[in-house]
């Protein structure tokens, strides 16, 4: 019997280490190319403090939950997957695509585009409500990471036409770093950029129409039968190109991606120069009250810091920030902007060295994408 108790107690500390203490990397992957899953959302049911969402190499924790909560896995592209804690790895099957009963061509296909981003502003809702969420920088030198810090930080955005030259406001909390005693100087890197709650990129304004190229790449049902279609999008000049996915039942914009070269920089410093610059943003949206708001978004700047003599690469530098939401609050017009919210034009790391640096277990956030 004592032996029997003693197990019984075992078991019992160990689930309740699970639930408590378990901060185990996770997988979700392509059950056919067996990559990972960026940005799946992971939800755990009852439990909506404890969902996540996957870093860009299909990574994720999940915290305070018990063998046998039930989760929902959802991706935009992928099936929705339901299943339970308690797995290492997950797999999600692609959608299964279907043919267009309807091809758009030539000024169609522009009106089309056009249609997207009018209602842009109609699938937003109005006033847009305050996102409260946790917002993050990384560096990373040479794939290593060198620096990782975030706060909580609750954001107000402007309307949609104020959101083309306004920044958003934000109120921000509970700073956090850690920061790789061998790479301390990549501290200079971290840069003032707040993700944007609607997708205002010029790759799909009509008036840039001209310098692109579009086409359909293909479509699928979801499981509410709305018919999602992958739009692609490349710059004729070649320096930029991405993608969007539209539900064609309200032309609303639920992901999209670009990715663009920038020019170099040759004045950085009296013997720095910086190349091959590219910047990547991709962002996901969620419903609220049957409107769109942001979910996740992921900004990156990759570019080589290079000898301005023998124009040797010296290091690669990935700078990336990304904010998720993990609650949506009504904005109340009567009440306005709180003197607590501030422009979003300064970072919040920019005087690091006064945050106190630990080791990465401060990290509240998803998954780094770096080690």
């Avoid at 870093?55 to 339901?82: E, H």
């Avoid at 962002?283 to 996740?296: E, G, L």
């Avoid at 000898?307 to 017009?333: G, L, M, P, S, W």
Wanted: contains cysteine; positive net charge.
């Amino acid at each position: 019997m004592k032996k029997l108790s003693l197990t019984l107690l075992s078991l019992t500390l160990s689930v309740c280490c699970f639930a408590s203490e378990n901060t185990d990397t996770l997988t979700v992957a392509d059950n056919t190319t067996k990559t990972g899953i960026g940005f799946a959302t992971i939800y755990v049911k009852n439990k909506p403090s404890c969902s996540t969402i996957a870093n860009i190499n299909g990574q994720f924790r999940l915290k305070n939950v018990n063998p046998g909560d039930s989760i929902t896995i959802s991706s935009v592209g992928y099936n929705t997957l339901q299943t339970v804690c308690g797995r290492k790895e997950y797999s999600m099957t692609p959608s299964n695509f279907v043919l267009r009963e309807v091809v758009i061509r030539g000024d169609k296909f522009r009106k089309y585009m056009k249609e997207i981003w009018n209602n842009i502003r109609v699938n937003a809702p109005k006033p847009y409500p305050i996102l409260d969420g946790i917002y993050r920088q990384q560096i990373a030198i040479n794939s290593h990471l060198a620096v990782a810090a975030e706060c909580d930080m609750k954001m107000i955005e402007p309307n949609f036409k104020e959101s083309l030259i306004n920044n958003a406001k934000v109120y921000i909390s509970d700073k956090r770093a850690y920061v790789d005693p061998k790479l301390d100087f990549a501290k200079i890197f971290t840069f003032a950029m707040v993700p944007a709650g609607y997708p205002g990129i010029g790759e799909i304004n009509p008036k840039s129409y001209k310098k692109f190229t579009y086409s359909i790449d293909k479509s699928y049902k979801d499981e509410q039968g709305n018919i999602i279609t992958k739009i692609d999008f490349a710059k004729k000049d070649g320096k930029s190109k991405g993608y969007i996915y539209v539900n064609e039942t309200n032309n609303a914009i639920i992901r999209f991606y670009f990715r663009r070269k920038i020019k170099n920089n040759d004045g950085v410093g009296s013997k720095l120069d910086v190349k091959d610059i590219y910047y990547t943003w991709n962002t996901t949206y969620q419903i609220y009250k049957n409107k769109y708001v942001h979910s996740y978004s992921r900004l990156e700047f990759e570019y080589n810091v290079c000898d301005k003599i023998t124009e040797q690469t010296k290091y690669k530098v990935n700078a990336i920030v990304d904010y998720k939401t993990d609650n949506i609050q009504e904005f109340n017009n009567n009440q306005g902007v709180s003197a607590f919210y501030k422009d979003s034009k300064t970072s919040p790391f920019v005087y690091i060295d006064n945050i106190k640096t630990s080791n990465k277990k401060v990290l509240k956030g998803i998954v780094t994408d770096y080690k």
